[in-house]
């Protein structure tokens, strides 16, 4: 069982920024890709980014493009996902996962490991 392991999440005013974290103790990343999903009430869970096992560049929603930035450091097993001018519709869980392939999809079911998902509010 791989426990995924989040932090950063809180209460901001819209235009704010916030960094999310998510390691793996004692799992590696190797040859997989990571990525992040939220969900807001009543609502699926829905693709943020995704970055692949080989390359720096992330796969992102549209409505994130050009705010988020998602980022890995392979050595010690850890995402980031680096939010800044947020917005009240960003407000949702936001939940780290480890695919299963080294591919950046943006399909929930190409992911096999999650978090335990961390609380965003934004304020208007």
């Known amino acids: 069982q791989v426990q995924l392991v989040e932090s950063g999440g809180g209460l901001v005013q819209a235009g704010d920024s916030l960094r999310l974290s998510c390691a793996a103790p004692?799992?590696?990343?190797?040859?997989?890709?990571v990525g992040w999903f939220r969900q807001a009430p009543g609502k699926e869970r829905e693709f943020v980014a995704a970055?692949?096992?080989?390359?720096?560049?992330?796969n992102y929603a549209d409505s994130v493009k050009g705010r988020f930035t998602i980022a890995r450091d392979n050595a010690k097993n850890t995402m980031y996902l680096q939010m800044n001018a947020l917005k009240p519709e960003d407000t949702a869980v936001y939940f780290c996962?480890?695919?299963?392939?080294?591919?950046?999809?943006?399909?929930?079911?190409?992911?096999?490991?999650w978090g335990q998902g961390t609380q965003v509010t934004v304020s208007s």
């Open positions: 970055i692949a096992w080989i390359g720096t560049i992330g």
């Open positions: 996962a480890l695919s299963r392939s080294p591919y950046g999809s943006t399909s929930v079911r190409e992911y096999d490991y």
């Open positions: 004692g799992r590696t990343f190797s040859g997989l890709a």
